[in-house]
Each structure stands twice: as C-alpha cells, then as structure tokens.
C-alpha cells in the first residue's frame, strides 16, 4: 500500500513538518489541504523543486479533501495561531469550531486510516477530533508532550555534556503550562538521573526545576523572539510519522486517550505510548511517586475542565 500523507493547514507547522518529511524520505505521496488553495499549490511546486535531494522517490501535490479517502495518514496542523502573551488553552474556542469541520470533511471522504493532530491546545483538541471521527481513540493521536519532552532531553544534555539520544525522560500531563516532569523515571543511558547527581557533578537537585521550568516557557520565550514555534514540532510529527509509517513499535509521549491506568480524568492527555502502523498499540504505564501522580490528576483535571466548557 502506497505510504500517502495528507496535510491540512500549510502554514509554518505543516510546511516545517513537510519539508522534514522530504529531507527524510518518509512517505511516498504527500497532498497538501488549506483554505488558500493558492499557497498550497505554491508550497508543494516550491518543494517539488528540491526532490531531486531527497533520500527516494516522492510526491507532493495540493489536493482536497476527497484525497483523503485512501491515505494513511491525515496530519492537522490547521488553525488560530498562538500570540504573545497567549495561553494554549485561550486557543480553545477558536480553534474547536475549525478542527470539528476538517475532521468532518474528511471522514466524509471515506477515511479510515491515522489522524495525527499538531493543533493547539492538542490534548483537548485531539479529544474533540476523536469524538468527531467515531474512529477507534488508537487511530486518533495527538503530538501531546513529545516536543516538551525533546526539549527536556535538550537541556539535561546540555547540562551534563552527554549525547541527548542518551537522555532518557519525559514530561508528562497537558501539552501546556501543567505539564510536569516524571523525574523518578529519568535515566542517562541505563542510570537513574538521581545516580548521576549524585556522582557526576556536574548537574545538582536544584538544578532540576530550573530545567523544567526552561522546558515549560520555552514555547513562549520563542514565540516572543521570532512570533512562532514551528522547526522542532515540525521535526517531531516527523519522527511520529515515520513509527507509524515504519511499523516501528517506538515509545513517545503522545496525547492520547487515558483508560484506567491512573486514577485520573478519560481524557486525553500526554503519556508514553507504543506506536505503529495500527496507531497507538498501548500506552506503558509508569510507576509515578506520589507527587506526580497529583501532578497528573491536576492536569487531567484542567482539561476535563475546558471540555466541559466547550459542552
């Protein structure tokens, strides 16, 4: 089956997401939505220039919403962007309404394959595609705290001078200002992080809010900087992309639909998942200190909270 890609909304996100995609040789087919059918007939001529550098053969192309009746998967990254000085969850009223008619338009196409949504606030907004889709909660995903937790693995690796691909740990809860830090699960290779403070000296325990509180106002220290976040998300539905295209089997904090693995809110919200070719296959369940478990019910309860207001 042909490895087709659908994405709708070609602004920084989307087109940052796309342009990894190529320079990655992930996918074959790769059709482009947006209300301005202009842009995304310019973006994909724009990118089709540069394919002759990609690792294989690919295709991109603007298309409708019809085209998304055999893809594979159907990324969203449409919708009201962020301000200075804005919540993710302000977002909320503005961007339901928008994802509610794109989740609609393509089912009525026939889909039956992925949707991966980049939107913001993602957690609540993934909910809402999911109850929108009658498609299985597996099938509809979230990015949740995945780039959160890339720039968490950044910092610690930055702190310690260690390679991030040998950072192990992940922030946890909504993608957004109640998201925590699940430091009882972090590891540097195959050593608990609380090891290595204690033996390597050069990252302390008062170092550690530091990093998360650089973790979670590092979406805002850039939008203040330069209007918008778009490169590392863009890499990051990439590497989701790739798990799922590849069959890979591959842990990521994702915004996903919580079941009764923790005495919390059916929401969904970020937890490390395994993920493949089906979508998510099953979400792995950490044992969590009693602090953080308290962190995850107050955020479980801050979306479900929003959902209610959308009710």
């Known amino acids: 089956m042909k490895q087709k890609i659908v994405l709708v909304g070609t602004g920084f996100v989307g087109m940052s997401y796309v342009y990894s995609l190529i320079n990655q040789g992930i996918g074959e087919e790769i059709v482009l939505i947006d209300v301005n059918k202009a842009k995304a007939e310019g973006e994909a001529m724009d990118l089709n220039h540069g394919l002759s550098f990609s690792p294989k053969r690919m295709h991109v192309r603007a298309g409708d919403y019809a085209d998304c009746r055999d893809a594979t998967l159907v990324v969203i990254a449409a919708g009201v962007n962020q301000k200075p000085g804005e919540t993710r969850l ?4 503005k961007n339901a309404s928008i994802i509610r008619s794109i989740v609609q338009s393509v ?123 778009y490169y590392g998300i863009g890499m990051v539905l990439a590497y989701i992309t790739k798990a799922i295209l590849l069959d890979e089997n591959r842990i990521i904090p994702l915004s996903v639909l919580h079941e009764g693995l923790y005495p919390i809110e059916p929401v969904y919200i970020g937890l490390p998942a395994v993920i493949n070719r089906q979508g998510i296959h099953h979400v792995v369940q950490l044992t969590l200190n009693e602090q953080e478990l308290t962190a995850l019910q107050a955020s479980a309860n801050i979306l479900k909270q929003s959902l209610d207001q959308l009710k």
């Open 90 to 93: 302000m977002l909320l009223q």
């Open 107 to 229: 089912m009525g196409s026939g889909f039956q394959g992925i949707f991966l949504l980049a939107t913001n606030p993602v957690d609540i907004l993934t909910h809402i595609a999911w109850q929108t889709s009658g498609l299985p909660s597996s099938r509809v995903i979230g990015s949740g705290t995945s780039l959160d937790t890339a720039r968490l693995r950044y910092e610690i690796s930055q702190k310690i001078d260690i390679n991030v691909s040998n950072v192990h740990a992940y922030i946890l809860g909504e993608h957004g200002d109640s998201e925590f830090v699940c430091w009882s699960n972090a590891f540097v290779g195959v050593k608990p992080l609380t090891d290595v403070i204690k033996t390597y000296g050069k990252i302390a325990h008062e170092d550690l809010e530091t990093i998360h509180h650089t973790v979670k106002t590092a979406a805002y220290e850039i939008i203040q900087r330069k209007q918008a976040s």
